[in-house]
């Protein structure tokens, strides 16, 4: 069964890989694949829709699937700056998602950009 990890199981998993990488850390690039992108201006009612989707995975309240590391929902600003708060949480430097979320994710980029270049 598919099951996403918490976000604070995924804080464990990407230290314990860092921890066992040792001396080979620095050349590291985490990775990520979001589940679901939506650029949305109610991110409560459809991360609440997304619930009774992904219920099986783990993420069966609105609370979890906003929290999750694998799901953007939100404005496209919201998105972003989660985007590179998980960046400096987790170090995902490349984020990847499956091809619905394409076209939300790539209206979420230019602010992730934005905001990096403004930080």
Do not use: C, W
């Amino acid at each position: 069964m598919f099951r996403m990890a918490s976000p604070d199981e995924t804080l464990r998993r990407v230290d314990g890989v860092r921890e066992r990488a040792g001396s080979r850390v620095d050349a590291l690039e985490f990775n990520v694949l979001l589940q679901a992108v939506l650029v949305t201006d109610d991110a409560e009612a459809k991360a609440a829709e997304l619930a009774t989707v992904f219920a099986h995975t783990g993420l069966d309240t609105a609370r979890r699937v906003l929290d999750s590391p694998y799901v953007l929902v939100g404005t496209a600003e919201e998105n972003a700056r989660k985007l590179l708060a998980n960046r400096e949480r987790y170090g995902f430097g490349y984020v990847t998602t499956h091809g619905p979320g394409r076209d939300a994710l790539a209206e979420v980029i230019p602010h992730a950009r934005r905001l990096a270049e403004e930080s």
